[in-house]
């Protein structure tokens, strides 16, 4: 039996040393855009890294019974069938930089501005396993945002997912961008995530951060609408992963997913192509294991640090119930939903308050602003279920009590409106809305 394992080890030391580490050679039989199919591999595993020809990188998306698909992440020349594909018996990882603070990133190790690649890299899993439950801690403290309307009704904790879901044009990202910019001096690195943005979109958030400050604590992780689809399903656990590096290091970390609609998109679109059976609406059966494995990166560890995730979603016409949205909204701790309506109105940031959520609320909040929220909150609600019913109605005819509860309603709803990078402080907000309290006595 010794001898047997010793003569195995031998034959195994020697293939390494005479190959380079090529454990097996396939041939691709099957051309697409951006998935091959390859057969002679038949001892790859699943996300192992493949080399094409020399030509391209990729890694094992599904392995069928006589033959692998695999998906091509960078192509530096055309594949064609009959090209050898080397196994290299090694998970597929990422390039990172420690020096990437302060810049425009991709998965493949290179800044986006200078278009070169960084020096120092390091390969990082893409994916690890999630922090298990006796490591988590409950979320208690804080991550404002300044933005009165989030941090005083539906604040959000460090270690919390917090979803933000809206139509195009109504203020998601901004939302996001508002609250990396307050997180200056307060030792939170961020990290922004930008899934299928233009290099436009993606260079004017650059400069909005850095004109503020606000990128020497910031990574932006970018792909762009158009690149390969393989590439924008990954780049989320890759942010993740970034971000579960910076934890490991006892720092707080804000990571913004912008938007989980395009990667389900392209994951979608991989599917299909792959061979996967499609379900409803065409996206594959496991479309809610792969968004729920990357947010349950969101904790609160017992050693003190966080990882706080903003997701971003995008709906049509106002529609949070559809397939994806309901999805997140179930794997998410609550939910700041945005309506075109307010943003039209002028009311920014345009929070539909009747449909946002907070599953942790007070838990995160300081006593005096739990307190003030609550009756904020409150009195909010009321006010904006009692304006549908009387929206029409004269206020001459009203008794002087709904008078009163209207006046005070649109008093709230009027001290809510805060226009982009204008934070306000604990202090601030507290002063701000002492009418409220001052209402009751």
């Known amino acids: 039996m010794n001898n ?19 454990y097996e050679v396939g041939q691709v039989t099957r051309v697409g855009e951006y998935i091959l199919e390859v057969s002679g591999l038949d001892n790859v595993a699943f996300f192992e890294k493949v080399n094409i ?7 094992v998306n599904n392995i069928l019974k006589n033959s692998v698909i695999v998906a091509v992440l960078k192509e530096e020349e055309p594949i064609k069938v009959g090209d050898q594909v080397f196994s290299t018996n090694e998970e597929y990882k990422f390039d990172f930089s420690v020096n990437s603070l302060g810049r425009i990133i991709d998965i493949f190790g290179e800044d986006k501005i200078s278009g070169k690649k960084f020096e120092d890299l390091i390969n990082l899993k893409i994916e690890n396993k999630n922090t298990p439950i006796m490591d988590r801690t409950k979320v208690e403290r804080p991550l404002l945002t300044g933005i009165a309307g989030i941090d005083l009704i539906y604040p959000i904790g460090k270690g919390q997912r917090q979803l933000i879901i809206g139509d195009k044009k109504t203020g998601k990202t901004q939302i996001c961008l ?37 990128m020497k604590y910031t990574i932006i992780l970018a792909t762009f609408n158009d690149e390969r689809p393989t590439v924008l399903s990954l780049t989320p656990y890759v942010g993740l992963s970034i971000a579960e590096a910076f934890m490991k290091l006892n720092y707080d970390v804000l990571v913004v997913l912008d938007d989980l609609k395009r990667h389900a998109e392209a994951y979608r679109e991989i599917s299909i192509v792959s061979g996967k059976n499609p379900g409803r609406d065409a996206y594959p059966a496991d479309i809610f294991y792969t968004h729920s494995r990357l947010l349950e990166k969101g904790c609160q560890h017992k050693s003190g640090a966080s990882i706080t995730i903003l997701p971003v979603m995008e709906t049509s016409g106002g529609d949070i119930t559809d397939y994806i949205s309901t999805n997140i909204i179930s794997i998410t701790d609550g939910q700041i939903v945005l309506s075109d309506k307010n943003y039209q109105k002028g009311i920014k940031p345009a929070i539909d308050y009747g449909l946002s959520v907070s599953r942790l609320g007070g838990a995160v909040q300081d006593k005096r602003m739990k307190q003030l929220g609550a009756k904020t909150r409150q009195k909010l609600l009321s006010y904006l279920e009692t304006k549908d019913v009387y929206e029409l109605a004269n206020t001459d005819e009203m008794s002087s009590e709904l008078q009163q509860k209207m006046l005070g309603g649109k008093r709230i709803v009027d001290s809510l409106i805060q226009y982009k990078y204008s934070p306000l402080s604990v202090e601030e907000i507290l002063e701000k809305f002492n009418f409220v309290n001052e209402d009751n006595e």
């Open 53 to 59: 020809a020399n030509k391209a990188v990729g890694y």
């Open 178 to 214: 508002d609250t990396i910019v307050n997180q200056a001096d307060q030792g939170v690195v961020c990290i922004y995530v930008a899934i299928g943005k233009t290099k436009k979109e993606v260079k004017e958030i650059y400069f909005e951060l850095l004109k503020r400050g606000a």
């Open 4 to 22: 047997y394992i010793e003569d195995a080890v031998d034959e195994k030391l020697e293939k390494i040393k005479n190959q380079d580490n090529i």
